[in-house]
Nanobody, 126 residues
Framework: QLQLVESGGGLVQPGGSLRLSCAVSGFTLDYYAIGWFRQAPGKEREGVSCISSSEGSANYAGSVKGRFTISRDNAKNTVYLEMKSLKSEETAVYYC???????????????????WGQGTQVTVSA
């Protein structure tokens, strides 16, 4: 059974940092691209970042480029999202998701991902 579990969310002040983790089980990261998405109340789910299965290439939304870093540890079957200089408008539930894909990754369409975690709340507030 494929399972993804996010952790690391919480309350942080504007300008602060958080590291989210996505622990996967039931499959290996070797064959799955992983994406991070977020959804704020009343808004569409949007792609934040993704990392490919094979070459480890990453993509970022323009709004987070230079502040967020995605990485993976295949030995631990875990993907991380390091977030710095957080803004209040980035308050949302953050989800990780997986899709079997050999090369590259796409985050423009969350519906292309097959497996999802339950989400972790990130609140950026003073």
């Amino acid at each position: 059974q494929l399972q993804l579990v996010e952790s690391g969310g919480g309350l942080v002040q504007p300008g602060g940092s958080l590291r989210l983790s996505c622990a996967v089980s039931g499959f290996t990261l070797d064959y799955y691209a992983i994406g991070w998405f977020r959804q704020a109340p009343g808004k569409e789910r949007e792609g934040v970042s993704c990392i490919s299965s094979s070459e480890g290439s990453a993509n970022y939304a323009g709004s987070v480029k230079g502040r967020f870093t995605i990485s993976r540890d295949n030995a631990k079957n875990t993907v991380y999202l390091e977030m710095k200089s957080l803004k209040s408008e980035e308050t949302a539930v953050y989800y990780c998701a997986a899709v079997r894909r050999r090369f590259g990754c796409i985050m423009s369409n969350h519906r292309s991902y097959d497996y999802w975690g339950q989400g972790t709340q990130v609140t950026v507030s003073a």
